[in-house]
């Protein structure tokens, strides 16, 4: 079996803090970030960061399917790993870097995933490329956009209390 990483970056005008714990909040947060292509996240254990366990569907290229998932911290506060198992054999991880004096994130999203050998896996790793990049560049906007809600209902508790 042959593998495949894709991965996808961008910079979010938001502390690496934010991001991070909207990414490692699968009961409120990360649910915010998902695009269409996801539906039905459960949080079997846990619900924040390491030692949570997830179940998900998935519809990409046309089939829809159910995954489960152990969520690690390999660097708590920065790198955040989803696991499927090897049965799936994908694993997505999330790294949150403070950039710009900390007031905004480097966010990458990186995905290793089993495929085929031969001339059908070079077409599966095309088409899967093409997916996923679509996925993230959604997932990733969407993560900007809940980040910038999160600043400004602090920014008005801030004012309101002041």
């Known amino acids: ?80 790993v989803e696991d499927n198992g090897p049965e799936a054999g994908t694993v997505t991880t999330f790294t949150v870097d403070p950039v710009a004096q900390g007031e905004q994130a480097q966010v990458t999203i990186a995905t290793e995933l089993k495929s085929s050998g031969g001339l059908r896996g070079v077409i599966e790793r095309f088409l899967t490329g093409l997916f996923l990049r679509r996925v993230y560049a959604q997932e990733l906007k969407l993560l900007g956009e809940v980040a910038k809600q999160r600043q400004q209902g602090t920014a008005a508790t801030i004012q309101m209390a002041g």
């Open 1 to 80: 079996m042959n593998s495949q990483q894709i991965q996808m970056s961008t910079r979010i005008p938001a502390p690496a803090s934010l991001v991070y714990n909207i990414i490692a909040d699968y009961r409120e947060g990360h649910p915010q970030i998902l695009p269409a292509y996801f539906s039905d996240l459960v949080v079997e254990e846990g619900g924040f960061g390491a030692g949570t366990r997830i179940r998900f569907t998935m519809t990409a290229l046309g089939k829809t399917q159910t995954f489960r998932a152990l969520i690690s911290e390999p660097e708590p506060g920065r790198v955040l």
